[in-house]
């Protein structure tokens, strides 16, 4: 309620700044006797915000559709895109994938965006950001084809995060510290096992963290800690991380691929995934049947990610279709060895490495999405401020 | 009287009037009224962080200046007194240095510097002087060589050193230069965007990179505003008592045409020269070497890799970054032609108007200047937050980006055009009027010609604005569409020495665009003024 009102004064705003550029316009121009330029836009001040989404259904075939996603969605090559090609075989629709960067970065481009896209669809926004895709107006609610009509089961813990059908819930997983087995077998020393460990001199300058204001993992990190310390306590904590050297990058594939010292980098624990460690098995070159990194597993953080249709895309049939086949079958059995997270959809068999290697937390640790909602904004900036300062 | 018809005056002036209206005027007041309104202000100018970063950006932008001033103090000295080899060599240089994109610059220091030095003040005061000494050379060097040299001497044959010959006479006279290239240089420093974008770390952000960061980042647009707001408040205050440290210290000189330039004479003043020359051909040339030099560098010693597989950014097998440099190259070769067209159909028009309707025409020209002293990040933010409701919704349209850079570039534009135009002798005008010729076909067979050749100049430097242009590219493009700018930062923010070589290759050739935009732009401009004096 109070964001309709919000925007509507934003609108009115608008018009007072037309007004001021068209009398300017006037004056300007005196020499130029007549000119009714922009008086005439006055009556577009109907349009409404939020509208519910009905558009005829639209033949489709010969269509091409933007899936908008974060950078660590494959573009090509891989077996998610051939399921993405599976789909265009079977309904003439074809995927473009659209990288906006982390999942935090995106979502600040989408809600800048909202109402006129960058793409259809869009992959990945999370359960700690949510809210704010959902306030901006990012989404046009929709409730998938499968869910409705019960051909796709999906754990009420997911689909009672979106009540409304905001979104889908597609994937879930665990944000977790991982950490470079062989980095620390060679120095003789134990790797860290909760999340005070981190702030333990031994461990100085060890661990690689996302920026929570542009990296979903780092938000979910954050929230983590919040979650153990409390809304009084953090600031106390990552003072004493920001003393112990932690480092601060953008984004996870930064952090993952760039610094993490199992792919090359310096650092030996990064801020990743409880399903990191099978991806490691998988693309092991020589092949390998253990995994080189581990989870600390107190340091885990739910994360539930969510598919929308976009509000303002100008082919809403397609987008939907879209969505129905990304929480379909097909395409949900290929998530676990590509995006290393868990399908929602309950039908699917996991693979042997994934059950194998993949590390789910007994105890996940989660913040109540009001909470997370009121304060996502203040803790970021709180974070920045003491860790970046 | 041969006047032009009213008419055709008019429908001259709509052009550049409506699309300063609709482009600007309604951005910027739209951006006020949003600052204004609401808690935005309270809750901003409340946040101790704010004052942080005002502080931040007041102090490195003094800083900045000061050092910039006493390093550029030494060329403009050399440059405005002494004839060397090299001489017009060495004003080249820093001319190019002064005209590289800010991101550019950013990317030299960051490849210049140590790792420890990189996103650290120093570097970005560094970036700040290497790019603005140029300035000092060309405002004060200016005003000391028409300086009469008789009090130099005088104060020789009296007995005072070299050195207290400048502290004591001569740089009391340029004080007015002195300031007048201060508050410049402040005003680039004070609003250093770019440089800051590559350069610094989250503790060194300037007011404008704060607004970028709550807009785009944390979708606090009202905080936005307000700081953008507040940053133009904060230079009104620099420029309006500037303008009356000026007047106050300003006097009459006898001023020359131009002092004759001489050789040094003594041991002292020749090896004065020399290193002079020397260091200040460094600062200009160091920072640009180390950038080519680190996209030929890898961890394994020297390769043409990221030079030969631009574009190839996987990080893991079908896992690229999302930042494709080939793409970038294309996206802002297409828009700097359109920002070109523009910028130059616009500027041209209102050129014509400008000296075609007299008093109304000084109105215009003043219009057009509006854009250069809003900040380039308040312009991208003024057109984000007001093309986004039907119907103008326009933030999905192809020529929105082209069209920030063409209000950034209108204004050079029309300096070069007015200027030439302006100084079409009337009597042609007339001379074709006693012939019998209508008014507007005397116009069109006398004026209009002069047009052409300083268009050409004003396209070149619109396309040299556009190619590099971040501020408001940085609001506008959209995922897919990244200009060059916005791939280099982005390359340059990541940590694998591939992605960081392939932002120094295109930071290269970024560089080498403008230097030779730059040079086509000054012969084209150096043989008119020779056209001019024949």
Redesign the interface.
Known sequence: MSERT?RR???S??W???G???A??VA??????D?D?DHG?ES?DS?AVGQPPIAPPETTGGETITL?TY????????SL?DALAAFADQTGIDVEI????DA??ML??A???A??P?GDVMWGVDNTLLS?AVT?GVFDPYVAAGILDGSVTIDDAFTSLVPNGEAAPVDYGDVCVNYDIGWFAERGLEPPTTLADLADPAYAGMLVVENP??SSPGLAFLLATIHEYGLEGWQAYWSALGANGVEV??SW??AY???FTWAG?PTPMVVSYGSSPPAEVI?ADPPRNDSPTGVIEDTCFRQVEFAGVLRGTDSPDAARQLVDFLIGEEFQSELPLNLFVYPTNQAVDLPQEFVDFAVVPEVSRSLDPAVIDANR?IW??EW??LV?? | MNRLP?WL???L??VP??A???FY???F??L???AL??TAIADTLG?P?TWEVVWFTLWQAVVSTAVTITVGLVPAYLVARFAFRGRSLLVGLLTATFVLPTVVMGAAFLALLPDSLDRTVWAVIGAHVAFNVAVVVRVVGSLWEHLPTDMEYAAATLGASRWHVVTRVSLPLVRPAITAAATIVFLFSFTSFGVIRILG???TRTIEVEVW?R??????IGGATVLALLQLTLLAVVLTWSTIAQRTHSRALALRPVAPLRRARTRAERSFVSIAAWMTALIALVPLTALVVRSFSTPDGWSTNAWTNLGRTD????????IDPVDAIVNSLINAAWATLFAVVIGGVASLAITA?KR?GR??DG?LMLPLGTSAVTIGLGM?I?F??????W??SWWLVPVGHALVAVPFVVRVCVGVLRSVDPAMTDAAATLGAPPVRAWRATVVPYLWRPLGVGAALAAAISLGEFGATSFLS???GETLPIAIEQLL????TTLQAQGYVLATMLAAVTVVLVVVIEQAQSSRDRAVGT
């Open positions: 919000s004064g934003v609108r705003s608008r007072v700044a037309l001021a550029a068209a300017l316009l300007a121009s005196a020499c130029s006797s000119d330029e836009s577009n349009v908008v950078d660590s969605f494959p573009e090509a090559d891989t895109n659209l990288v906006a960067g935090g970065t600040s481009k809600s800048l965006t109402g006129n960058e704010r901006d204001a542009t990058v953008e594939t930064q691929y760039e610094r980098g693309f904004s970021i900036d920045t401020e970046l300062g | 009213r005056v008019a429908a002036a709509i009037v409506v300063l209206a609709v005027v309604w951005p007041t739209t006020v009224v949003e309104s609401g946040r962080q770390a989250p503790g960061r807009a785009t980042q944390l979708g606090d990080v893991r097998p079908g896992l690229r970054v999302g309707a109304h109105l215009i219009g984000l007001t986004d409701v039907a119907p103008v919704d933030r999905a959209r995922s897919g923010g990541r940590t694998g």
